[in-house]
């Protein structure tokens, strides 16, 4: 067995072998461009621990964990031109690079690829089943994406359905990642409905840290600017809930803050976070992430293979959880 | 064994028992708005009479029919976003009645949605080869597209690369139409060969005829306003023949007209239409044309299936090359 770190390396060398380095070099370098700006390979790494539960020979999924990284890329590559986002990984993105249409166009190439990759797993018989949950997958994630524009322009947002929009945004792709590295390992279908339940519900968790960091965190761990979500007025579960809990006036300064675009946005990002501390938003959704990692975990107990084999899935889950992976 | 209008029928039945009406909404509508607006649907037609080469039993190739067409109509969503085009089939084009993030997003989905009927096809066990064939096409016509976006900018372009360029941006497709409706049907790999050939030359055909019909076909029965492609400079077959059999002064006056955006447009495309006249550019094209036929339908004379199981394609391939489909 491989622990997370030795997977990566395995990984990254699998990627190093396969450049996007072919003609016409106007398509291909923007490809080259997004995926070696690194990342965590957060995706990769559980295709690969969802196939070594079933099995040793993790190699045989390789061409699964780059389906789902270059699938990831794609989603960055083009969500970035319409959010009109001008850094990723604080570097240019791929549109402010090399132009929109360059950006439509590879990223459509990568999408193309990652069935590419799929098709070349080593599990010949495993491609109808991988094809399926990979179009499952990345049909929630467009669908999550437009959910994700449409809240934008929306002031009604509920609750729970914000947590269906990460779950199609976010949570599927990791939920499919580690599905489909079991599937490619052999994974039978009892199994892989108790890791999808698993993945689905680690991946709520890591969106919900995200909000909780976003807002909360140590900027110089984090990597981001504190209050970004606030900034952008973003109904994350830590507005809707404290819209849900405050009351009279301080339900409608918080409404009022969250859609105003303020010169001063230092002072906006201090008295919403003021306001969600005194609401304890905080302890709100620790709760419920805490709720959300208990069924995960149940879930992943529930997979019939020897509890040894899960100490490095369960490992990385808790990472993800904390964002430390 | 069912006619080309028979085939036309079925297909549309189909397309009707499975419309793009999920939601959310606004990523759905664009994909029927685009799907409804019709076109010829030579593409679901050619992989539907590949499957009649080998067989009675076309409907089980009617999901792989709809892959090629709704794949066609993603590629067509964001070539227009990228060539900035506001009228498709005399309607409004999707990002301009939807906008460009609409575009981008139904178009991605587009793509997801044609590898999901690809899966759907009746031979299962096909799939895998089905895969291998789509994306080799999928990769190709992204990388025609780019070609065709670098040739603006180049005034060097070579006849071969023009061909290459056409190949892969058109011609790629209506090739692998016809050979994954053959692969659904279980053809042979020496069959699908011969195929292969006949198709990709049939696409090369009913490019060069869209080229000769752009500058010299009646604007009435074509659809489009004459000499379009001369307006926007672009460097098809009938231009860059003639700049390699123009001299002196004809050639400098071809190639100032070529690089030009003048006011007077028909002026334009009076003077240059005049200049391929001279030079017997559509003879040449007619001359280029008939070759390419002949080696398609001698790879299609090859395929070892009775004469008679050919006539309705052999048909559909004098349509095409005619562009009276």
Redesign the interface.
């Known amino acids: 067995m491989h622990t997370i770190e030795e997977l990566r390396d395995i990984f990254e060398a699998y990627t190093e072998s396969h450049p996007f380095n072919r003609?016409?070099q106007?398509?291909y370098a923007p490809m080259a461009y997004i995926m070696g700006m690194g990342g965590k390979r957060l995706r990769p790494l559980l295709a690969l621990m969802g196939a070594q539960l079933f099995g040793d020979a993790v190699h045989g999924a390789l061409p699964v964990a780059m389906a789902v990284e270059v699938f990831h890329n794609f989603s960055l590559v083009?969500d970035d031109?319409?959010d009109e986002a001008p850094l990723r990984r604080g570097q240019a993105t791929v549109h402010q690079k090399y132009g929109a249409?360059a950006g439509?166009?590879s990223?459509?190439?990568m999408?193309?690829?990652a069935?590419?990759f799929l098709?070349q797993v080593d599990n010949?018989a495993a491609?109808?089943r991988l094809?399926?949950e990979?179009?499952r997958v990345?049909?929630e994630v467009?669908?999550g994406?437009?959910?994700d524009?449409?809240f934008e322009r929306r002031q009604d947002v509920k609750i729970e359905e914000y947590l269906r929009m990460i779950e199609l945004k976010t949570a599927a792709l990791i939920e499919g990642s580690l599905v489909m590295g079991a599937v490619a390992a052999g994974a039978p279908e009892p199994d892989l409905k108790e890791l999808a339940v698993f993945g689905r519900n680690i991946g709520l968790c890591f969106q919900l840290q995200d909000d909780i960091l976003d807002t909360f965190g140590d900027p110089e761990k984090f990597g981001k600017k504190a209050g970004g979500d606030i900034v952008q007025n973003k109904k994350t579960f830590l507005i809707l809930k404290a819209l849900e809990l405050a009351r009279g006036e301080t339900r409608t300064e918080l409404a009022r803050l969250m859609s105003s675009n303020p010169e001063d946005e230092r002072q906006k990002v201090r008295r919403v976070t003021e306001i969600l501390q005194q609401l304890k938003i905080r302890e709100w959704a620790e709760q419920m992430k805490e709720e959300i990692q208990h069924t995960a975990l149940a879930a992943l107990g529930r997979v019939a293979v020897p509890d040894s084999r899960k100490a490095p899935l369960r490992d990385m889950a808790m990472r993800l959880i904390r964002r430390e992976a």
Chains 1, 2 share one sequence.
């Open positions: 003609e016409p106007e398509l083009h031109i319409m249409n439509i166009l990223g459509d190439a999408l193309i690829y069935y590419e098709r010949q491609i109808p094809l399926r990979f179009n990345a049909v467009c669908e994406q437009q959910y524009m449409n």
